[in-house]
């Protein structure tokens, strides 16, 4: 006689526990996470942990264009556009906003063109905190901001992309002369690779990479033609890209220009558009920014031909009131605050780090992905941005 067949094994039939009563808790399940993993930041039920810090920018008209009151500090910016637009002025007023914050700055010159002097002009002194280098090739350049990361440099501007030669390109060269080109894409491999590396340590450093970069035109006969050296990864790694051009809509200005900065991709605003004038020789005119960012949004009002501040007349007519604030500190003071503000926690420093302890982790930020209002450059940028 046969005896009877044990039933088969299967594993929804070995407990009759419930599935949900044999899960770990989550909160368990995290603190395992970061004793195991320790590099990583975690953030879980409101606590310290992956968090949107700013860095403002030096200029109040563009933190505010920006919708978070800076630069999101621990990420990349592109700044591109034609030449002479003012990008190399630019990030160089940036890294001296920070220098003015107590923050270690670095101005990478991959072009070799820059003049110190020029510089100092725009604030960027030449002081402990300040560091001008000019290296070799790209990849000599990218090891040398793992340096200055390590060192607590919280700024570096990249001056620029399209420059960055390779080692490969410079073997071709010694091999074949000057004249030799490399295998096609080698620049946008090697970008590829060293900012996919570079983008957990930028954002575990809270430091800021600003890339300026040069357009160039395609073959497209679709749209526009435009688009910009390095291949297509560091658009994805970028969380804010601005196009600088000049704006030939505006009047001419005899010692300079009108520019026009559009913020064609933000991760954590909308889209917008930031106009100032840059003056030869000393940059962007900061005190304008200051000055016209507070009458656009009421801070500063107008009766007739006078300019008031909290019913203090300042002077008569835009240009003397303007020069009435650059002679105020206190008054500037205040019209700044004022313009903080508009935008409270944002534009107010970062909470201090808090260490994780039972519960660990912060509310996941709000991520907008890529908000450009339109397409990136490569494609079919809205007519109205190009000049």
Same mark, same amino acid.
């Given at each position: 006689?046969?005896?009877?067949?044990?039933?088969? %094994?299967?594993?929804?039939? =070995?407990?009759?526990?419930?599935?949900?009563?044999?899960?770990?808790?989550?909160?368990?399940?995290?603190?395992?996470?970061?004793?195991?993993?320790?590099?990583?930041?975690?953030?879980?039920?409101?606590?310290?942990?992956?968090?949107?810090?700013?860095? =403002?920018?030096?200029?109040?008209?563009?933190?505010?264009?920006?919708?978070?009151?800076?630069?999101?500090?621990?990420?990349?910016?592109?700044?591109?556009?034609?030449? +002479? #637009? &003012?990008?190399?002025?630019?990030? @160089?007023?940036?890294?001296?906003?920070?220098?003015?914050? &107590? /923050?270690?700055?670095?101005?990478?010159?991959?072009? %070799?063109?820059?003049?110190?002097?020029?510089?100092?002009?725009?604030?960027?002194?030449?002081?402990?905190?300040?560091?001008?280098?000019?290296?070799?090739?790209?990849?000599?350049?990218?090891?040398?901001?793992?340096?200055?990361?390590?060192?607590?440099?919280?700024?570096?501007?990249?001056?620029?992309?399209? #420059?960055?030669?390779?080692?490969?390109?410079?073997?071709?060269?010694?091999?074949?002369?000057?004249? @030799?080109?490399?295998?096609?894409?080698?620049?946008?491999?090697?970008?590829? %690779?060293?900012?996919?590396?570079?983008?957990?340590?930028?954002?575990?450093?809270?430091?800021?990479?600003?890339?300026?970069?040069?357009?160039?035109?395609?073959? =497209?006969?679709?749209?526009?033609?435009?688009?910009?050296? +390095?291949?297509?990864?560091?658009?994805?790694?970028?969380?804010?890209?601005?196009?600088?051009?000049?704006?030939?809509?505006?009047?001419?200005?005899?010692?300079?220009?009108?520019?026009?900065?559009?913020?064609?991709?933000?991760?954590?605003?909308?889209?917008?558009?930031?106009?100032?004038?840059?003056?030869?020789?000393?940059?962007?005119?900061? /005190?304008?920014?200051?000055?016209?960012?507070?009458?656009?949004?009421?801070?500063?009002?107008?009766?007739?031909?006078?300019?008031?501040?909290?019913?203090?007349?300042?002077?008569? +007519?835009?240009?003397?009131?303007?020069?009435?604030?650059?002679?105020?500190?206190?008054?500037? +003071?205040?019209?700044?605050?004022?313009?903080?503000?508009?935008?409270?926690?944002?534009? =107010?420093?970062?909470?201090?780090?808090?260490?994780?302890?039972?519960?660990? &982790?912060?509310?996941?930020?709000?991520?907008?992905?890529?908000?450009?209002?339109?397409?990136?450059?490569?494609? %079919?940028?809205?007519?109205?941005?190009?000049?």
């Amino acid at each position: 006689m046969k005896g009877k067949r044990s039933p088969k %094994h299967s594993p929804t039939a =070995s407990s009759a526990e419930p599935r949900s009563n044999r899960r770990t808790p989550l909160r368990a399940v995290v603190q395992k996470i970061i004793k195991e993993f320790e590099t990583a930041e975690v953030s879980y039920r409101g606590h310290a942990g992956i968090r949107i810090e700013t860095r =403002s920018t030096g200029f109040p008209g563009l933190d505010l264009a920006l919708g978070i009151g800076g630069l999101p500090a621990g990420r990349f910016i592109e700044i591109y556009g034609p030449e +002479g #637009a &003012g990008k190399t002025t630019l990030v @160089a007023q940036i890294l001296a906003a920070g220098q003015d914050d &107590g /923050e270690r700055t670095a101005f990478i010159d991959v072009e %070799h063109r820059i003049d110190p002097l020029y510089l100092e002009k725009l604030g960027l002194l030449p002081k402990d905190d300040f560091v001008l280098i000019q290296p070799a090739d790209g990849e000599d350049g990218f090891n040398i901001v793992q340096r200055l990361l390590d060192a607590g440099v919280k700024r570096v501007a990249i001056d620029s992309m399209a #420059a960055l030669l390779t080692k490969e390109e410079i073997a071709a060269a010694n091999k074949k002369g000057w004249g @030799a080109m490399p295998q096609p894409g080698v620049q946008a491999r090697m970008l590829s %690779h060293v900012i996919k590396i570079m983008t957990p340590v930028v954002a575990r450093e809270r430091a800021i990479i600003l890339f300026t970069n040069q357009i160039r035109s395609t073959m =497209s006969f679709l749209g526009s033609s435009e688009t910009t050296s +390095g291949g297509k990864a560091p658009k994805f790694y970028e969380s804010v890209r601005l196009r600088l051009s000049r704006n030939a809509g505006k009047e001419a200005i005899g010692n300079g220009f009108w520019a026009k900065l559009v913020v064609r991709k933000n991760n954590y605003g909308p889209p917008a558009i930031w106009e100032c004038r840059l003056i030869y020789g000393k940059g962007f005119d900061i /005190e304008y920014d200051v000055f016209q960012t507070a009458v656009d949004h009421g801070i500063i009002t107008r009766r007739g031909n006078y300019y008031l501040f909290r019913g203090m007349e300042l002077a008569v +007519g835009f240009d003397k009131s303007m020069e009435k604030l650059r002679d105020d500190p206190e008054t500037r +003071g205040l019209i700044l605050q004022a313009i903080r503000d508009l935008k409270g926690s944002s534009l =107010s420093e970062p909470p201090a780090e808090e260490e994780v302890k039972d519960e660990t &982790g912060d509310a996941p930020d709000s991520d907008r992905g890529t908000v450009d209002g339109s397409v990136e450059p490569s494609d %079919h940028p809205s007519p109205t941005e190009e000049n």
